[in-house]
């Protein structure tokens, strides 16, 4: 049986929770190679910053025969990871992508100097590929790679923008909520998807699915002649 966060993880754009219009607008510009520039996704733990990075860059490249996402985590960046990069963004674009993208998870973390770095990668390579960071520690990064990137907020879930994707779950699992119950529920929860998640979970095992009540045995009459 599959697990109940990787059920309803996210599948297509669709699937995705931003905080406004205008953030989900520009977000989808960019998963259609409509905007090629770098990105800063900051945010409270739990928001979603490294599930949406991968599926903006899985969308850039559907159709195409490069397949894969070119991610590091803040322990994988070094200086020979920058020789690495610009190899694998040189191959993707001989396979069609337009603008490779490479992701870096918690960039807060990787070192001062590499940061710094990394300001002028953007400089010199913004013709052949772009990155997306992402971080919990937006103070923490280098001001002048901030600087350089479109800086978009995942903000904590919350009972606003998360109610109509809730809501859709529990429907999914034949669970009956009133609004404001679930509305309740969704303010139980920290700002992480992870606990919204593991909140929607201990709903439906508490009250299963719809199931019909089975008929109550008739007792069967015996005629005494």
Not at 76 to 82: E, G, I, L, V
Not at 111 to 130: F, I
Not at 174 to 180: H, I, K
Request: with cysteine; aromatic share 8%; hydrophobic share 35%.
């Amino acid at each position: 049986m599959m697990i109940f966060q990787q059920k309803y993880a996210p599948r297509i754009f669709g699937d995705l929770i931003f905080p406004d219009t205008n953030t989900r607008q520009r977000l989808k510009e960019f998963a259609c190679n409509q905007r090629h520039g770098s990105l800063i996704f900051h945010g409270p733990y739990g928001t979603a910053k490294t599930t949406t990075a991968k599926m903006l860059v899985e969308l850039r490249s559907t159709g195409l025969d490069y397949g894969g996402v070119d991610f590091y985590r803040a322990s994988d960046m070094n200086h020979a990871a920058f020789d690495v990069i610009s190899n694998t963004q040189s191959m993707q674009k001989m396979c069609g992508v337009q603008v490779p993208v490479t992701i870096i998870d918690e960039i807060d973390q990787v070192d001062d100097k590499l940061q710094y770095k990394l300001r002028w990668e953007l400089d010199l390579r913004s013709g052949n590929g772009c990155f997306i960071f992402t971080t919990n520690n937006l103070h923490r990064v280098d001001p002048g790679l901030v600087d350089r990137c479109d800086v978009v907020e995942l903000p904590a879930a919350n009972s606003q923008h998360w109610f109509n994707r809730a809501r859709w779950i529990l429907n999914q699992e034949g669970v009956t909520m009133s609004d404001a119950k679930l509305r309740a529920l969704l303010n139980t929860c920290d700002g992480s998807i992870r606990d919204l998640m593991r909140a929607l979970e201990d709903a439906v095992l508490r009250q299963p699915a719809n199931t019909p009540t089975p008929p109550k045995p008739q007792l069967r009459v015996v005629s005494s002649k």
